[in-house]
Nanobody, 115 residues
Framework: VQLQASGGGLVQAGGSLRLSCAASGGTFSRYGMGWFRQAPGKEREFLAAIWSTGTPLYADSVKGRFTMSRDNAHNMVYLQMNSLRPEDTAVYYC???????WGFGGQGTLVTVSS
């Protein structure tokens, strides 16, 4: 499965962005999908996942602000990000669940939140 995230950009604190991730190859609807981010000098951080059943899971740091969804007909996942904070600045990546691990692809998309 190949992944490409898009939709990042510069936004003011309190604003919103919607990230998209296009997946190609494999049987998309069967896969769990996730969003991660990595800020400069920090480790990659799990944000959200959505399983093949459509059930989402969120990290505490984004719960209530971010919403993950999927469109199996178009092999897409999305991350709606609201109430953005400067500490949300990072490169955002989508990932596919392989058994008990995550597979990453693509360059990610940069989100910059100004104060």
């Amino acid at each position: 499965v190949q992944l490409q995230a898009s939709g990042g950009g510069l936004v003011q604190a309190g604003g919103s962005l919607r990230l998209s991730c296009a997946a190609s190859g494999g049987t998309f609807s069967r896969y769990g999908m996730g969003w991660f981010r990595q800020a400069p000098g920090k480790e990659r951080e799990f944000l959200a996942a959505i399983w093949s059943t459509g059930t989402p899971l969120y990290a505490d740091s984004v719960k209530g602000r971010f919403t993950m969804s999927r469109d199996n007909a178009h092999n897409m996942v999305y991350l709606q990000m609201n109430s953005l904070r400067p500490e949300d600045t990072a490169v955002y990546y989508c990932a596919v669940r392989w058994g008990t691990s995550w597979g990453f692809g693509g360059q990610g998309t940069l989100v910059t939140v100004s104060s």
